[in-house]
């Protein structure tokens, strides 16, 4: 389980949920007191994980029975920092949302640190520090890529770039894409999904400057397109559409690139761009349709096919996670409100909405079969629907977050 679901892109699959969120059909249960963070939950069989910042000088992660919420585990290092003035109101607490194999959990700490702790007991297991290791120093907003899991690797945008790790020792298989370093260009923000284009797996990654198609095997780095943006703010996880590539970024546009090879060589090519201004939310694309929580606090709907936006909304929060299922989203704001949304290209439609939360969520909202969990700044809370049309299954959705990507300013 991993940062927007095992395949990213906040899908579930299942029974349809109920079209109300009303406390008698979506009941509260447990709730736990927790140090602040902005890492998303990850849902386990019979556990939940979540991250903390404790006494703003160690980083914690505990495992909490998933039926109750009693802790189960808990493993701590010193790791915890301060982030730039212009991101301070946003506070300083961990972003990057934890992955779990079944066996390890592996948790990316906000010095430039990757640490894998035994999924049953919290022993840890390995510890790499990028920043030690590759002299890169430790990024401005810190690490906050969420790691991605594929077979026996995992990936992570670190050490100012792109690496490939072995999930059972942390031995490093190679490292790509460097950055050229400062503060506008490293510390990506983004995290990385596995695509096949042109037939082809790939890794497709987003730094603060571009986007990139790189062979998961070698490190090889067969593509790259810049992607511009106020300040590097490439945030959201970019989202695959056939043989191209949706993304958005802050204060700038919405672009579909097109992946195409030309002789032995592969063209990159703008399909088409608009004027939707995502920022930290990383979108739903249903039935060719991509919707997109944007900057100005709208969702807005975009036909892939041409880059038309169908519909905008009015406004809500400054930032949304969003886990799909059929034709339905659920969206949680920072206010710590849901919002039940109908995915349809006709036009915005709210079917419910409740408050859930006491403080601020800028975690991502993680669903599994008829279970809810909501991580507000400074606690863990579970909900399960009432109606039993809803199937329970073990496919979960967490993530960076806040800035699940992890969010760095806000991720």
Request: charged share 20%; aromatic share 10%; hydrophobic share 45%.
């Amino acid at each position: 389980m991993q940062w927007r679901g095992p395949t990213r892109d906040g899908k579930v699959a299942g029974a349809a949920w109920p079209a109300r969120l009303g406390p008698e059909v979506l009941r509260a249960g447990w709730r736990v007191t927790l140090g602040p963070s902005y890492s998303g939950p990850i849902v386990a069989a019979d556990l939940v994980y979540v991250t903390e910042t404790v006494d703003k000088s160690q980083e914690m992660v505990r495992a909490l029975d998933r039926r109750t919420g009693r802790e189960v585990w808990r493993h701590g290092w010193a790791g915890a920092m301060s982030v730039p003035f212009y991101a301070k109101s946003r506070g300083d607490w961990m972003r990057a949302t934890p992955a779990t194999n079944g066996e390890l959990v592996f948790v990316a700490g906000m010095k430039d640190v990757l640490v894998a702790m035994d999924a049953r007991t919290g022993q840890e297991r390995w510890r790499v520090d990028f920043a030690k290791q590759f002299g890169t120093g430790v990024p401005d907003f810190g690490l906050v890529c969420s790691p991605l899991l594929d077979g026996d690797a995992i990936f992570i945008q670190a050490a100012n770039s792109t690496v490939k790790l072995k999930q059972a020792t942390g031995e490093i298989v190679w490292r790509s894409l460097p950055g050229k370093g400062g503060a506008g260009s490293s510390g990506a923000f983004s995290s990385p999904v596995l695509a096949t284009l042109l037939g082809q797996r790939q890794l497709v990654v987003q730094s603060r400057e571009q986007l990139a198609g790189i062979d998961p095997e070698s490190g090889v780095v067969g593509w790259t397109q810049p992607v511009p943006s106020f300040r590097g703010m490439n945030i959201l996880t970019p989202t695959i559409f056939g043989d191209a590539v949706f993304t958005s970024s802050y204060q700038n546009r919405s672009w579909l690139f097109t992946i195409a090879k030309a002789d032995a060589a592969i063209n990159v090519r703008e399909a088409w761009s608009n004027n939707a201004q995502g920022y930290m939310s990383s979108p739903i694309v249903i039935g060719g349709y991509a919707y997109l929580h944007m900057g100005n606090q709208r969702f807005t709907c975009i036909d892939l096919k041409t880059g038309t936006r169908v519909w905008s909304s009015d406004s809500f929060g400054k930032y949304v996670s969003m886990v799909a299922q059929g034709d339905r989203i659920l969206a949680l704001d920072e206010r710590g409100i849901l919002l039940l949304i109908k995915a349809d290209p006709k036009g915005f439609e709210l079917l419910d909405q409740r408050k859930v939360a006491e403080e601020d969520t800028w975690a991502h909202l993680a669903v599994c079969g008829d279970e809810i969990f909501v991580r507000e700044l400074r606690a863990m809370a579970a909900f399960r629907w009432k109606e039993a049309a809803v199937a329970t299954t073990d496919a979960a959705l967490g993530s960076r977050g806040f800035l699940s990507s992890g969010v760095a300013v806000g991720q």
